[in-house]
T-cell receptor
Framework: ETGVTQTPRHLVMGMTNKKSLKCEQH?????MYWYKQSAKKPLELMFV?????RVENNSVPSRFSPECPNSSHLFLHLHTLQPEDSALYLC?????WGAGHEQYFGPGTRLTVT | AQSVSQHNHHVILSEAASLELGCNYSYGGTVNLFWYVQYPGQHLQLLLKYFSGDPLVKGIKGFEAEFIKSKFSFNLRKPSVQWSDTAEYFCAALDQTGANNLFFGTGTRLTVIP
């Protein structure tokens, strides 16, 4: 089993749909992250959870709603998305939040909003 | 604002050529620095990291990077590239004195011609 898994790998949804992205880490880490990767732009940090509490919310629109039910799982609930939300959504985890800890990334979910 | 700059957007080299990819960050305080690689169709993987100590760090697959504090730089080098090094390379920095989060550059695409 790889360290950080994400499902689904690909998702196509209409603007009125509701869907969820799932991330699971098998590394025993205490911090988990959601990033958005768009072409020709730096990875954008969306949310950070440390010990299951949200510690960062980077001005992300409310149509993205994260959930961290335990230290191994992280969800990103999506509703009424816009076409510009089409991107690769990456999940990552680290031993702890902050300095001195590298992040391990999952393969991402390629999201297309039609 | 905190930022990471990668000035080379696409680099094309022949096998056995030497590689240097530039990375500059904007923070004035203590930083953690990283290089990640994304091979085609694969997830982001850590190549190397700098937290403290020797400013010349060695990573996997023959890569190394040098932290030069006076130049706010962390350039990635490899003396002789191989076709299998074809990938996208991302520099990232974490400012220990500011937001406890990782900021990425826009990435550099490396194409190695056999």
């Amino acid at each position: 089993e790889t360290g950080v898994t994400q499902t689904p790998r690909h998702l196509v949804m209409g603007m009125t749909n509701k869907k969820s992205l799932k991330c699971e880490q098998h590394l025993g880490h205490n911090a988990m992250y959601w990033y958005k990767q768009s072409a020709k732009k730096p990875l954008e940090l969306m949310f950070v959870y440390s010990l299951e509490e949200r510690v960062e919310n980077n001005s992300v629109p409310s149509r993205f709603s994260p959930e961290c039910p335990n230290s191994s799982h992280l969800f990103l609930h999506l509703h009424t998305l816009q076409p510009e939300d089409s991107a690769l959504y990456l999940c990552a985890s680290s031993q702890a939040w902050g300095a001195g800890h590298e992040q391990y990334f999952g393969p991402g979910t390629r999201l297309t909003v039609t | 604002a905190q930022s990471v700059s990668q000035h080379n957007h696409h680099v094309i080299l022949s096998e056995a050529a030497s590689l240097e990819l530039g990375c500059n960050y904007s923070y004035g305080g203590t930083v953690n620095l990283f290089w990640y690689v994304q091979y085609p169709g694969q997830h982001l993987q850590l190549l190397l990291k700098y937290f403290s100590g020797d400013p010349l760090v060695k990573g996997i697959k023959g890569f190394e990077a040098e932290f030069i504090k006076s130049k706010f730089s962390f350039n990635l080098r490899k003396p002789s590239v191989q076709w299998s090094d074809t990938a996208e390379y991302f520099c990232a920095a974490l400012d220990q004195t500011g937001a406890n989060n990782l900021f990425f550059g826009t990435g550099t695409r490396l194409t190695v011609i056999p």
